[in-house]
């Protein structure tokens, strides 16, 4: 309905996070109860052998919160796709979806400068650890140079507006981009399986001459329980196969800025009333 509050619903793949989930989610309550700010929680429990399931159905009846469960693990990918078709389902046009990691390393207190900015007609906000005043604490070494590397690459053969951070998967999207975005591609909005559905996504959205920027994002890994389930070797070919492909994707145009399409005003960012079903 006209003048209401935009929801902010927030996406949070899930695979074995029992002592990471039940933190996030207070700090998401925290950060966004405290400043009123309408928001639903979707956790897509990829197939978690622990008490994820369990605890994020807890939670359900604390806090605003839908459980997607997969029954088995699919992958990231998979979980992504998940995430965002309920999310399409729900959504308002003037509504911010948001994608974190459900493990506990991603500060959640952002979450209403990314709606602020989305508002301000930004399809897309990319909370980057490559800007002045990002960071990453507690992230090994190797980690961090692939994640440096591929943005450099990424960014060099596929500019997207402001961003560097092309790996980070803490990002604020329109409702309305991501329904387009659904509607030109359907499910296969998200293809890649791995970490590198993030990429992925966003080579998609380039295509669509999207108006994109950041903020500055301090990544806390040390917060992180348990080992990271990103397999280093497998993700770089992932990469380098994902490159390959949107070389000759039609319209993808590499080495060039695609002009983005019309900023959305207040008016229109805020427009429609219909919740997709």
């Known amino acids: 309905m006209a003048g209401m509050a935009p929801t902010v619903y927030i996406i949070l793949p899930a695979f074995n996070e029992e002592g990471s989930l039940p933190p996030l989610l207070g700090r998401i309550q925290t950060a966004l109860e405290g400043r009123e700010v309408p928001y639903h929680v979707i956790v897509v429990n990829d197939g978690s052998t622990d008490r994820t399931l369990e605890i994020a159905r807890g939670h359900a009846e604390k806090m605003p919160l839908t459980v997607v469960d997969h029954g088995r693990n699919k992958g990231l990918g998979e979980a992504m796709r998940s995430g965002f078709l309920e999310a399409a389902r729900r959504t308002r046009t003037g509504d911010v979806v948001v994608t ?65 951070d092309y790996s980070c998967g803490y990002r604020a999207y329109s409702a309305a981009i991501l329904k387009r975005g659904l509607e030109i591609h359907g499910p296969n909005l998200v293809e890649e399986q791995g970490f590198s559905c993030f990429v992925d996504v966003l080579l998609k959205l380039r295509r669509m001459k999207i108006r994109a920027c950041e903020v500055p994002l301090v990544l806390r890994y040390d917060f992180k329980e348990g080992a990271s389930k990103m397999r280093i070797g497998r993700t770089i070919r992932r990469y380098i196969r994902l490159m390959g492909k949107n070389m000759v994707a039609p319209g993808n145009r590499p080495f060039r800025r695609l002009a983005a399409g019309p900023a959305r005003t207040a008016t229109t960012a805020g427009a429609g009333s219909k919740a997709v079903r």
């Open 100 to 164: 974190m990691d459900a493990d506990n390393t991603h500060p959640p207190d952002l979450i209403p400068t990314m709606m602020s900015r989305i508002a301000s007609g930004y399809d897309l906000v990319v909370a980057s650890r490559f800007v002045p005043g990002g960071q990453q604490i507690g992230l090994r070494a190797s980690r961090r140079a692939l994640s440096r590397c591929a943005g450099l690459i990424m960014r060099t053969l596929f500019p997207v507006g402001e961003v560097t």
